[in-house]
């Protein structure tokens, strides 16, 4: 080998590096640049067609998944996955959960003009900065806007408890934290261990946020949340909850592959006949074949006003969509798929969702006519 050989090898092995990095990260260009949003900017598909219910085909859109964790920013590095979306000034607009190699998690922003090609914000957005946020970080951000103002729900966790809390903005960059919402709810867990004794409570413990968009006929907005079972709270200007301590649940287990836990998806769209669709997550127990702890997407219509403490109008009875591909199967958690984005945008919805608590998909389905 000469000398020359050797040194065209050795100068190699960056260029390599190089393009492997670039493969990482190929899907989702980082700015330093945002999109900038004011309280003008519009809101919605120009023309947006509601739904009725079911909203089904949704199909996995073969180039998933569309944004992987980037090995250039600490904050993003291990895992990305469980976006948000919403359309603003024609662009869908996402927030995404990001983790780090020891699990903290934040949560960044990305813009898309097609709804698959996303460039990402090089900064998270949210960051842990409270007690109830550190060491776990701030998860799986859901965003709705009212009247100019973004209120993200999110999940606070320390390691111990997951605490729902709530953030504002008006540009998506910017927030405010307001804390906890529902300090002192209690849940119940299902039990793994004794299933026939099927549910423990769990002081303290809350997630999963999805806020109805407009105020109810009495005024108050609604929020359905949610670790084990759905449940509906209220509200006048959506910062401060009302709820009982033991808050009857809205929705229970009914299928199989909903079993041990739901949680509530993306944040309710309202339908064509003035319900609302509300999509969801479902654990399963291992009953009816499903793999016990897969998550799976349901969706189920509700009206929040006909019946306060539920039970849903009518919900699907298979989901809309499982753990099929590898990054479903294996990832930092094994049969995850995880919804919390629901767009219409350009002729199409568009359902972003985590891929194994590590990767982060969509699915396409038609608007209907
Ligand atoms: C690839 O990314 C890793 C992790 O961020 C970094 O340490 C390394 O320098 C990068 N390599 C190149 C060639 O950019
Ligand atoms: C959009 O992303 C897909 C993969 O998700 C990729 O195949 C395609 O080349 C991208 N298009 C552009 C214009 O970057
Ligand atoms: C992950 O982020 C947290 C919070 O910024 C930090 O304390 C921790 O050291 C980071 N982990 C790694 C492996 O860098
Ligand atoms: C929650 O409980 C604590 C301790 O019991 C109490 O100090 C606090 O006022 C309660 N907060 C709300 C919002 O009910
Ligand atoms: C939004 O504006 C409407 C109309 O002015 C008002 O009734 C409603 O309370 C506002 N909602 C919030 C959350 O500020
Ligand atoms: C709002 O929630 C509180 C606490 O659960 C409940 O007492 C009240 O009746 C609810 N208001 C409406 C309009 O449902």
Same mark, same amino acid.
């Given at each position: 080998?000469?000398?020359?050989?050797?040194?065209?090898?050795?100068?190699?092995?960056?260029?390599?590096?190089?393009?492997?990095?670039?493969?990482?990260?190929?899907?989702?260009?980082?700015?330093?640049?945002?999109?900038?949003?004011?309280?003008?900017?519009?809101?919605?598909?120009?023309?947006?067609?509601?739904?009725?219910?079911?909203?089904?085909?949704f199909?996995?859109?073969?180039?998933?998944?569309?944004?992987?964790?980037?090995?250039?920013?600490?904050?993003e590095?291990?895992?990305?996955?469980?976006?948000?979306?919403?359309?603003?000034?024609?662009?869908?607009?996402?927030?995404?959960?990001?983790q780090?190699?020891?699990?903290?998690?934040?949560?960044?922003?990305?813009?898309?003009?097609n709804?698959?090609?996303?460039?990402?914000?090089?900064?998270?957005?949210?960051?842990?900065?409270?007690?109830?946020?550190?060491?776990?970080?701030?998860?799986?951000?859901?965003?709705?806007r009212?009247?100019?103002?973004?209120?993200?729900?999110?999940?606070?966790?320390?390691?111990?408890?997951?605490? &729902?809390?709530?953030?504002? #903005? $008006? /540009?998506? +960059? @910017? =927030?405010?934290?307001?804390?906890?919402? *529902? %300090?002192?709810?209690?849940?119940?867990?299902?039990?793994?261990?004794?299933?026939?004794?099927?549910?423990?409570?769990?002081?303290?413990?809350s997630?999963?946020?999805?806020?109805?968009?407009e105020?109810?006929?009495?005024?108050?907005?609604?929020?359905?949340?949610?670790?084990?079972? &759905?449940?509906?709270?209220? #509200? $006048? /200007?959506? +910062? @401060? =909850?009302?709820?009982?301590?033991?808050? *009857? %649940?809205?929705?229970?287990?009914?299928?199989?592959?909903?079993?041990?836990?739901?949680?509530?998806?993306?944040?309710?769209?309202?339908?064509?006949?003035?319900?609302?669709?509300?999509?969801?997550?479902?654990?399963?127990?291992?009953?009816?074949?499903?793999?016990?702890?897969?998550?799976?997407?349901?969706?189920?219509?509700? /009206?929040? +006003?006909?019946?306060?403490?539920?039970?849903?109008?009518?919900r699907?009875?298979?989901?809309?969509?499982?753990?099929?591909?590898?990054?479903?199967?294996?990832?930092?958690?094994?049969?995850?798929?995880?919804?919390?984005?629901?767009?219409?945008?350009?002729?199409?919805?568009?359902?972003?969702?985590?891929?194994?608590?590590?990767?982060?998909?969509?699915?396409?389905?038609?608007?209907?006519?």
């Open positions: 080998m000469s000398l020359k050989d050797i040194l065209s090898s050795l100068l190699l092995l960056p260029a390599l590096a190089a393009a492997v990095n670039s493969t990482v990260s190929s899907s989702g260009d980082s700015s330093s640049k945002v999109p900038r949003i004011t309280k003008q900017s519009t809101d919605g598909d120009r023309h947006y067609v509601a739904p009725y219910f079911p909203l089904l085909g199909e996995q859109y073969a180039g998933n998944p569309i944004l992987s964790p980037n090995p250039k920013h600490n904050w590095s291990a895992y990305l996955y469980n976006p948000t979306a919403i359309v603003i000034d024609d662009m869908v607009m996402m927030l995404y959960r990001a780090n190699k020891t699990k903290t998690s934040s949560v960044g922003l990305a813009w898309s003009s709804g698959v090609n996303f460039t990402r914000y090089d900064k998270p957005v949210l960051e842990p900065t409270e007690p109830y946020e550190t060491p776990g970080g701030c998860e799986d951000p859901r965003v709705v009212v009247n100019g103002t973004f209120y993200m729900t999110y999940t606070g966790y320390d390691d111990t408890t997951a605490r &729902l809390c709530l953030a504002t #903005s $008006t /540009d998506m +960059v @910017h =927030w405010t934290k307001h804390g906890p919402i *529902l %300090p002192n709810v209690t849940d119940v867990v299902y039990d793994w261990q004794n299933p026939l004794n099927t549910y423990k409570p769990r002081a303290g413990w997630k999963s946020g999805s806020i109805l968009d105020p109810q006929p009495d005024g108050t907005y609604r929020m359905l949340f949610g670790d084990s079972f &759905l449940y509906q709270v209220n #509200s $006048t /200007d959506l +910062v @401060h =909850w009302n709820y009982d301590q033991y808050v *009857l %649940p809205y929705a229970s287990h009914l299928n199989p592959w909903e079993m041990a836990i739901m949680e509530s998806g993306p944040p309710a769209i309202k339908t064509r006949d003035g319900k609302w669709l509300q999509v969801y997550n479902g654990v399963a127990t291992g009953l009816g074949g499903f793999t016990p702890s897969q998550y799976s997407t349901g969706q189920m219509l509700i /009206d929040p +006003v006909r019946f306060p403490h539920g039970p849903p109008v009518a699907v009875e298979t989901p809309l969509l499982q753990p099929t591909s590898v990054d479903e199967i294996t990832g930092q958690v094994d049969h995850v798929v995880f919804t919390e984005g629901l767009v219409q945008f350009h002729g199409k919805w568009f359902m972003y969702f985590g891929q194994g608590d590590e990767f982060l998909g969509v699915a396409t389905a038609p608007v209907q006519p």
